[in-house]
């Protein structure tokens, strides 16, 4: 049988959040042993995640956005634990979540704790690891540029308010993409490497994306004499849409040559690089998710 004990690492803005709170103290009463430690400043969740494993907690759950949910696992995952993660989305887009179809209510989402953990994959450039998505291009300027009073005002809303008003600055990237029985190279506008499908708040880069099968799906939004009409067309979603204006390919690992330099956002963290190397990384984190999750494939 399950142990029935976990630790919550809960990111520090959500400290007084009465729901948590609420959600908490009924998987208490239902006779679950649950810890809470909050984050203050960088480093802290990796440093929680090293002090629950070192006390034995079989379970540890990401309170907060898509950066801390990151973090948490990028941590579990190199201490190869076989500790498992559970989910509390609690940020602004909720990317992993949403695609995953973990609820946003807080016990909801607790729930999943007296779920089977899977084994999932996750993504992997240059040494760090994500659970979610790399972005590049447009789509990564527009979520490191979206204000965090514009966020915590519209919610996911903020990142296409703000795509809507950066046309004007939209320029293409020259690229050269290589990985088993595929090359591409040219200017793009946008890039999309997924382990889960969405990203900047609800955008579909890599719609048929799951999460247990050793893959990850790249998506390339080439550049186009229509520049607005692309870019609208990604801001605005859907699967049709998208594949009227990019490639997509499925891929073990993935190398991408910049010769002008390519800014990406790693769920939420900013990185910059000439050369990168992309890989899945099978089956290198237990997590709790729902059984009919649109991410599982197995």
Known sequence: MQERKALLILHGKQALNEDVRAAVTARREDGWELAVRVTWEAGDAQRLVAQALQDDYPILIAGGGDGTLREVAEAMALAKTDASLALLPLGTANDFAHAAGVSLNPLEALALLDTPARSIDLGEVDGQLFLNMATGGFGSNVTANTSE??????????????????????????????????????????????????????????????????????????????????????????????????????????????????????????????????????????????????????
């Not at 809303?157 to 809507?164: K, M, N, P, S, V």
């Not at 990185?271 to 999750?293: D, I, N, T, W, Y």
């Open 149 to 298: 009073e514009l966020k915590r005002v519209l919610g996911g809303a903020a990142y296409f308010l703000t795509g809507l008003t950066r046309f004007a600055e939209v320029r293409s990237a020259f690229g050269r993409f290589s990985g088993p029985d595929f090359l591409w190279e040219g200017d793009f506008l946008a890039l999309g490497i997924g382990n889960g499908r969405q990203a900047g708040g609800g955008h579909l880069l890599c719609p048929q994306a799951l999460v247990d099968d050793g893959l990850l799906d790249v998506c390339i939004v080439p550049a186009a004499q229509d520049v607005v009409g692309t870019l609208g067309t990604l801001l605005s979603g859907g699967i049709n849409g998208l594949e009227s204006v990019s490639l997509s390919v499925r891929l073990p690992w993935l190398e991408i040559e910049a010769p002008e330099g390519l800014d990406l956002n790693l769920d939420g963290e900013p990185m910059e690089s000439r050369q990168l190397r992309f890989c899945a990384r099978p089956g290198a984190l237990k997590v709790h998710l729902p059984m009919a999750s649109p991410l599982l494939g197995s």
